[in-house]
């Protein structure tokens, strides 16, 4: 069964620093990863995610992720988080393309 | 340009009281989901419709149903809803199988059940 695990469900990080967000899949075959942001009350918005091809993915909002294969990862991270930043941030897999399962998510909290 | 429409935003039913939730897309996707996600928890996969072909998950509870009368439409029926079924009901749709993949979801729909 395909899933995922991300580690931290609360970060803090000051306004300006590094965001790292952990994900971790469990997978007999690389699947397909996405990391999504959730605001209060709304829907799931895409940031990146990986198929195939260029294991660094660049998303929107400055965000990119690296699929490492070896370490069964695919971390998020943005060099200097902005105070819109803070949201719900869920790390997903797809083992085929139609049908995504979430992990249990990180809250980003930035700090001014 | 809304893609995936749910409505209503916010839903208030009755304890036992059947209620539907709806969900349209403009995107002319093969698949239409639902998840059902609890506070502060990861959202949950309920099921889903691959064009007509319904597909449940093994431990969705049978009170939930779904329909796909066509493309753009997607509706979750709960048959008789509990306290434990207050939770935020969201619904999106893929392409289907292939590297284009990734889920649009639309705004959402809160239920509580008095």
């Known amino acids: 069964a395909q899933s995922v695990t991300q580690l931290g469900s609360h970060v803090s990080v000051s306004e300006g620093a590094l965001v790292l967000l952990r994900c971790n899949y469990s997978s007999s075959v690389p699947p397909y990863l996405f990391w999504y942001v959730q605001y209060p009350n709304q829907g799931l918005q895409l940031l990146l995610k990986y198929t195939t091809g260029a294991t660094l993915v660049k998303g929107i909002n400055g965000f990119e992720a690296e699929f490492k294969k070896s370490e069964t990862s695919f971390h998020l991270t943005k060099p200097s988080a902005h105070m819109s930043d803070a949201a719900e941030y869920f790390c997903?897999?797809?083992?085929?393309?139609?049908?995504?399962?979430f992990g249990t998510g990180t809250s980003l909290t930035v700090i001014p | 340009d809304a893609m995936v429409i749910q409505n209503p935003r916010y839903q208030v039913t009755q304890f036992g009281k059947p209620v539907t939730l709806s969900c349209s897309q403009t995107l002319n996707h093969n698949v239409m989901y639902w998840y059902q996600q609890k506070s502060s928890q990861a959202p949950k996969l309920l099921f889903h419709y691959y064009d007509k072909d319904f597909n449940n998950e093994a431990d969705t509870p049978d009170n939930f149903q779904s329909r796909r009368p066509n493309t753009s439409f997607c509706f979750l029926d709960i048959r008789s809803p509990g306290l434990g079924d207050a939770a935020m009901y969201l619904c999106a749709t893929s392409r289907g199988t292939g590297r284009m993949t990734e889920a649009f979801f639309g705004q959402g729909t809160r239920l509580t059940v008095v």
């Open positions: 997903a897999v797809s083992p085929t393309g139609n049908q995504f399962y």
